[in-house]
């Protein structure tokens, strides 16, 4: 293929299957995510995965062409390069922290949601007042209905539930001061 050749005919030629359009992406693929310090395990198999994520954005109609086509293979290979980089990289904490290799990202997916979930429980309940955090451990922690927690407090059932309700006000109310700081809102 000529150097002098358009984006648009490269592109044209990619959509068609011709060889050589094929191996110019290629090498514009390669080169995001072989010469940058990703250090993936299977570098083949991420260039693959930009490949076939081209031809399936380009032939559904998503690229709108407004850069070239060839900073759109850059972009689309930089953006892939640096998911697969934290997904391993999350796979290896996860496995030094525990000692054994995770069976999947999603399993290390899933670890870093509970280790997040513990810091926002842990932030709202030491916000709580000390009342609303004895409630929620007989209610939600031993499992007592709200007349056995009136019967320990000398109240009413009824005041029982209001006051478990305004905890649970108070806890959505941190909850979303939380997220706001966090940039999780």
Do not use: N
């Not at 083949?44 to 109609?61: A, K, N």
């Amino acid at each position: 293929m000529d150097p002098t050749t358009t984006d648009d005919t490269i592109l044209e030629r990619f959509l068609a299957g011709e060889g050589e359009a094929l191996q110019r992406v290629q090498g514009w693929v390669d080169a995001v995510v072989h010469l940058g310090r990703w250090r993936f395990s299977d570098p083949e198999g991420v260039g693959q995965d930009i490949v076939m994520r081209l031809l399936t954005i380009v032939r559904s109609g998503r690229y709108e062409r407004r850069s070239s086509f060839k900073t759109f293979v850059f972009a689309v290979a930089k953006y892939t390069c640096v998911d697969q980089f934290r997904r391993e990289r999350l796979r290896e904490q996860v496995e030094m922290r525990s000692g054994a290799p995770a069976e999947s990202v999603v399993e290390a997916e899933r670890a870093l949601e509970q280790r997040e979930s513990l810091e926002f429980l842990g932030y709202v309940l030491q916000r709580l007042p000390e009342e609303c955090r004895h409630l929620w451990k007989w209610v939600y922690g031993e499992g007592l209905s709200a007349a056995e927690v009136g019967q320990r407090l000398g109240v009413q059932e009824g005041t029982v539930r209001v006051r478990v309700h305004r905890c649970l006000q108070k806890a959505r109310g941190f909850a979303v001061r939380y997220a706001a700081g966090s940039g999780l809102a």
